[in-house]
């Protein structure tokens, strides 16, 4: 029976593997997205890694690196989330103007 030391140990080294794989796909996909935005995002993520690996930066200036590519995606989240909505009330209100407007038209045009 394995020791409790040797199941974290395992668990870790799993838990890396996983990680490891997990970052290369997402860089990937990031990549090969036909939005300019998260193809930039994956290769500056991409380009931080390499940094850090050739120890060019520091953990706690890759950490920075990376809090800025996290929040400039999430601004970016938002920022479409705020455009799809206005898109979606535009079209709303289109729709509704020329409803009401022909539907004042037609009872116009009943008297």
């Known amino acids: 029976m394995a020791s409790i ?6 668990l870790l ?8 794989d997990e970052l290369k796909a997402l860089i990937s996909e990031a990549k090969a997205d036909n939005r300019l935005f998260i ?3 994956g290769e500056l993520t ?6 850090r690996a050739l120890k060019k930066i520091t953990s706690s200036e890759f950490k920075e690196l990376m809090r800025d590519v ?5 601004m970016q989240y938002l920022k479409l989330s705020v455009e799809a909505k206005l898109r979606a009330e535009k079209t709303a209100k289109g729709l509704s103007n020329l409803v009401i407007d022909e539907l004042i038209t037609l009872i116009d045009k009943a008297r």
């Open 13 to 20: 080294d799993e838990g890396k593997a996983f990680s490891k």
């Open 5 to 10: 030391s040797e199941f974290i140990e395992a």
């Open 46 to 51: 991409e380009e931080f890694i390499k940094l």
């Open 70 to 74: 996290v929040n400039l995606n999430k």
């Open 39 to 41: 193809r930039h995002m």
